[in-house]
Every structure is written in structure tokens, then in C-alpha cells.
């Protein structure tokens, strides 16, 4: 009995841990089942934190570059909408110009490409940065052209100085100081002898030609129809 407890309990260590016998005379014992197991747990909740850590650092980079991509994404479009904005109202006074407009016409005109040239100004950065190239050339080629059709102190800025000269005559009327409401009344009938002649010189179907062309452009630059 004794012998076969013993020969058990061998046959039970040697289940236990595996003896690996050496070319050198040594032994070394190897873990046993239970010890690859724990091994083995250890191996894979390692790999699994590892996996997460990557995959979290992923999200982290992907919801970054998404918040990124939706500021240039508004940025843009709100850059573009104001110069569609601004150039609609020149481009719809086309009816205007297929004949010499009268000088009210010229004023509408003159309100509407003040203001463009405005918010061109004021969005070019945006538009440079984030719109199509072909929105950014008609942009240059539009600025260009209010430039050398409309130099400083000729016509826009008579067309702006009139209705505060109207005014001015208005308020000298009631005020009964005829004398300062006829000195307005020549100011203002200058003004409107220049804007005439200026009209004349001007070439509106080209300016009203060219702003249809730069809405065009940031329309297709907000659809992505061009790059």
C-alpha cells in the first residue's frame, strides 16, 4: 500500500510540473497546466489592454481631426454664403444695364458694389484658405476690376455722399436757412452731374458679368464641384 501511495503521489507530482532533462546531467521542472493557464491570462488581458490603449489613442486622433475638419468646413461656408450674399444683389440688377441706367438705377448699383467690396474685405481670408482655386481667382479678377472701374473719389463715393447731402438740404429747408439749402442744392446737383458722367464712361455689363461669375465660383466652391 505504501509503495503504491508513493508510486501515486509521484506519478501525481510528475503531473504536476514536467522535468525537463538536459544534455548536462541537469533537470529544470516546467511549470505545470495550471501555471501555462495563469500564464497564458496574463499573456492575453495584457495584449487586451494594449489593444485598447491603441484603439482609444485612434478614436482620440480620428475625433480631433473630425472637429478640425468641421470648423474649416463652417469657416468656409460661412465665408463663401456672405459673398453670395454680396454679389447676388449686383448680379440681379442685370436689367438694369441692358440701357443706360438712370441715375437711381446708378445708385442701386453703386449700394450693392459698395457692399460687396466690403464683404470682400472682410472674407478674403476665409476664402483664400478654404475655397476652390477657381473661387479664389475670380475673387482677385472681381477686386481687380472694381478697382480700375471704380477709383477712389469718383463714383461709389458720390453715389454714398448723396443722400447725405439730400438730407442736409432737407434739414436747411425746415430750418428756413435758405440760403445753406440752396448751397446743398448745388452740391448735390454737382454730384449728380458727375455720377451722370461717370454712368456714361462705366462698364456695367462687365461689373454686373463678373459678379455673376464670382457667385458661380463660391456657389460650386461650397458643392464641391471644383477643387
Same mark, same amino acid.
Given at each position: ?50 489593444? =485598447? !490603449? ?8 480620428? /475625433?480631433?481631426?473630425? &472637429? #478640425?475638419?468641421?470648423?474649416?468646413? @463652417? ?84 453715389? =454714398? !455722399? ?8 432737407? /434739414?436747411?429747408?425746415? &430750418? #428756413?436757412?435758405?440760403?445753406?439749402? @440752396? ?45
Amino acid at each position: 500500500m505504501a509503495g503504491g501511495a508513493q508510486e501515486e503521489g509521484l506519478s501525481l507530482g510528475f503531473r504536476r510540473n514536467w522535468v525537463l532533462h538536459c544534455r548536462d546531467g541537469t533537470s529544470q521542472v516546467m511549470p505545470d497546466a495550471a501555471t501555462w493557464s495563469v500564464i497564458g491570462s496574463s499573456t492575453v488581458a495584457v495584449a487586451s489592454l494594449a489593444t =485598447a !490603449a491603441i484603439g482609444a489613442r485612434s478614436q482620440r486622433q480620428h /475625433e480631433v481631426k473630425q &472637429a #478640425r475638419e468641421e470648423r474649416m468646413w @463652417a469657416a468656409k461656408t460661412s465665408a463663401l454664403h456672405n459673398l453670395i450674399g454680396a454679389a447676388w444683389p449686383v448680379a440681379a440688377l442685370e436689367p438694369l444695364v441692358d440701357s443706360a441706367p438712370h441715375w437711381d438705377e446708378v445708385a442701386q448699383l453703386a449700394e450693392a458694389i459698395l457692399r460687396l467690396r466690403t464683404v470682400m474685405r472682410d472674407e478674403a481670408p476665409g476664402i483664400e484658405a478654404y475655397a476652390s482655386a477657381k473661387c479664389r481667382d475670380e475673387l482677385i479678377r472681381t477686386n481687380v476690376l472694381l478697382i480700375e472701374t471704380f477709383p477712389d473719389g469718383g463714383l461709389l463715393d458720390d453715389c =454714398a !455722399a448723396l443722400p447725405y447731402e439730400r438730407r442736409h438740404k432737407e /434739414e436747411a429747408i425746415d &430750418a #428756413r436757412d435758405f440760403e445753406a439749402a @440752396a448751397r446743398y442744392r448745388d452740391h448735390e446737383r454737382e454730384t449728380l452731374a458727375r455720377i451722370a458722367t461717370a454712368s456714361r464712361d462705366t462698364d456695367w455689363k462687365a461689373v454686373v458679368a463678373r459678379c455673376g461669375s464670382l457667385m458661380a465660383a463660391a456657389r460650386a466652391s461650397i458643392q464641391g464641384g471644383e477643387s
